[in-house]
C-alpha cells in the first residue's frame, strides 16, 4: 500500500529536530523506518510530518561517559552494535543478542532508538536494557533528563518519550566483571519471541527481565530476591525460579496461550540466569 503525502524534514542538529517535533503536533522522529514505515503503510500511524535523524551524526556513536558508561546514541544501529570494540569490551551481551534480530537488511537500518521507541514486547532490546539496568538519556526544548528502564517503557508503543522529544543515547554500566544471559523461544531462528528472558548477575544480586508477557518487560523481582547470596547451582537457580509463571498475566494469542508463555517464561528465566552465571569473571 503507498503511504499518503507526509511533509518530510532532514534537520542537521539534534537542537533544530527538537524544535520541528515541538513545533508541529503530528510530527514523528523517523530512524530506520523499519516499523514507522510498515505501520504508515497499514494506516495504523498517520504522522503529518516525518522527522528524519539520518543525518544527526551525534546519535550514531559509540562511546564511555566520564563515569565509564557505555553510551549508545539513539541512530546506533544492530549492524554497528555488532562491529563494534566498545560495546564487546563493555558489554558483549548487546552484540550477541542485536545478531539475532530480523536479517540483515533488518540489521543495518534498525535502530536502537527505534527499537526500543516502538517498545513492542516481543523485540529483542527493551527486556535485555532492562536486565541490564540501561538508562535512556531524552532531549526536548526544556532540556535532557534520564530515564531509567524502569520508567522508560509504560506500553506498547508507549515510552518516556514526550511530545517534542527525542531519544539520544542509552546508557549501558560496563559489565565489570558481571555475567549477561539471554533466551527464549523464537517462531523461526531469528522469529518473533513468544516469550524471552535476560539475566545479568554480579556477585550475590541478579537481575533479570521477562519480555512478551506484558505491555512492557517485567522484572522477575521474587526469583531475584530469592538469589541474593551467590549461589547459581542448577537446583538453586529452578527453585528461584519456581511461581513465577503464575505471577504473570501474559496474553493468549496464536502463537502460544497465556498458560504456555507462564511456563515458558520460568524456563527462559532460569536458562538466561544459568547462562549469565557461567559467564562471570
Ligand atoms: C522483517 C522485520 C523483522 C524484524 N524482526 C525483529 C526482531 O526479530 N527483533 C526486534 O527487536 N525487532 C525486529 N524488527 C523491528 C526492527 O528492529 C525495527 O528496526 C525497530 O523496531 C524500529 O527501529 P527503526 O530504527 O526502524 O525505527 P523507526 O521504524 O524509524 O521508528 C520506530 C518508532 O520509534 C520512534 N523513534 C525512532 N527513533 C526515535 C528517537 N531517537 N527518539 C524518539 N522516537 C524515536 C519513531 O518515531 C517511531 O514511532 C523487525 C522488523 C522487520 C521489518
Known amino acids: 500500500m503507498l503511504l499518503r503525502e507526509v511533509e518530510y524534514a532532514r534537520p542537521a542538529t539534534i537542537e533544530e529536530a527538537i524544535s ?3 513545533a508541529y503536533e503530528g510530527a514523528r522522529p523517523l530512524a530506520g523506518g523499519q516499523t514507522l514505515v510498515n505501520v504508515m503503510k497499514a494506516r495504523a500511524a498517520a504522522p ?12 550514531r556513536t559509540i562511546g564511555f561517559s566520564a563515569e565509564g558508561m557505555l553510551e549508545i546514541g539513539a541512530m546506533v544501529t544492530y549492524a554497528q552494535l555488532m562491529g563494534s570494540s566498545e560495546v564487546d569490551v563493555a558489554r558483549a551481551i548487546l552484540a550477541e543478542v542485536a545478531a539475532t534480530i530480523g536479517d540483515v537488511q533488518v540489521r543495518n537500518r534498525g535502530t536502537v532508538g ?5 517498545s513492542d514486547p516481543t523485540n529483542h532490546l527493551p527486556v535485555l536494557l532492562a536486565a541490564l539496568d540501561a538508562t535512556f538519556t531524552i532531549r526536548g526544548q526544556r532540556g535532557e533528563r534520564s530515564v531509567s528502564a524502569d520508567e522508560f517503557f509504560l506500553g506498547v508503543y508507549m515510552t518516556a518519550v514526550g511530545e517534542g ?4 543515547k542509552v546508557n549501558v554500566p560496563p559489565s565489570a566483571g558481571a555475567g549477561d544471559g539471554f533466551a527464549g523461544l523464537t517462531i523461526g531462528v531469528h522469529g518473533t519471541y513468544v516469550v524471552n528472558a535476560a539475566a545479568t548477575v554480579f556477585g550475590d ?11 512492557s518487560p517485567v522484572r522477575a523481582t521474587t526469583m531475584e530476591e530469592r538469589l541474593a547470596g551467590g549461589d547459581y547451582s542448577d537446583d538453586t537457580v529452578r527453585a528461584a525460579a519456581e511461581g513465577l ?3 504473570l498475566d501474559p ?3 496464536v502463537h502460544g496461550s497465556g498458560e504456555y508463555r507462564r511456563h515458558l517464561a520460568e524456563v527462559s528465566a532460569v536458562r538466561a540466569v544459568l547462562q549469565a552465571a557461567a559467564r562471570r569473571k
Request: hydrophobic share 55%; net charge negative; glycine share 8%.
Open 245 to 247: 509463571g503464575a505471577s
Open 205 to 215: 544480586m541478579a537481575r533479570v527481565a521477562i519480555g512478551c508477557v506484558a505491555a
Open 48 to 59: 503529518d510530518v516525518l522527522v528524519d535523524l539520518a543525518d544527526l551524526d551525534e546519535l
Open 20 to 22: 520541528v517535533l515541538a
Open 251 to 253: 496474553p493468549s494469542d
Open 165 to 168: 522529544e527525542l531519544l539520544t
Open 114 to 118: 527505534g527499537n526500543v521507541c516502538v
